[in-house]
């Protein structure tokens, strides 16, 4: 079975950026296709954006389109998420997963989270 550890969170002020790292073990990263969620403080946990096992295809939500880059490293068994100017709404805890494909409505593997904390 996979195992994920996210790694990365801290705090950050508004426009500042942050670089999480997912790092992957028990399989092969080159396996899976690989996504990152978070959950705000009362709110729902949703999807950020997504790499494909291709490596070449990403996805994001509108809401980080331009301002956030999935990247994957596949002989590190690490999946980033590269994170530029940040807003204090993104404060949340961070997932990564993965699975067979990108899903949107979540994934069959998920690591325990990261907290980001952006300030105004």
């Known amino acids: 079975q996979v195992q994920l550890v996210e790694s990365g969170g801290g705090l950050a002020q508004a426009g500042d950026s942050l670089r999480l790292s997912c790092a992957v073990s028990?399989?092969?990263?080159?396996?899976?296709?690989m996504g990152w969620f978070r959950q705000a403080p009362g709110k729902e946990r949703e999807f950020v954006g997504g790499?494909?096992?291709?490596?070449?295809?990403?996805d994001y939500s509108d809401s980080v389109k331009g301002r956030f880059t999935i990247s994957r490293d596949n002989a590190k068994n690490t999946v980033y998420l590269q994170m530029n100017s940040l807003k204090p709404e993104e404060t949340a805890i961070y997932y990564c997963?993965?699975?067979?494909?990108?899903?949107?409505?979540?994934?069959?593997?998920w690591g325990k989270g990261t907290l980001v904390t952006v300030s105004s």
């Open positions: 790499i494909f096992r291709s490596s070449i295809i990403t």
């Open positions: 997963a993965a699975g067979a494909v990108v899903k949107k409505s979540g994934m069959d593997y």
């Open positions: 028990g399989r092969t990263l080159s396996n899976y296709a």
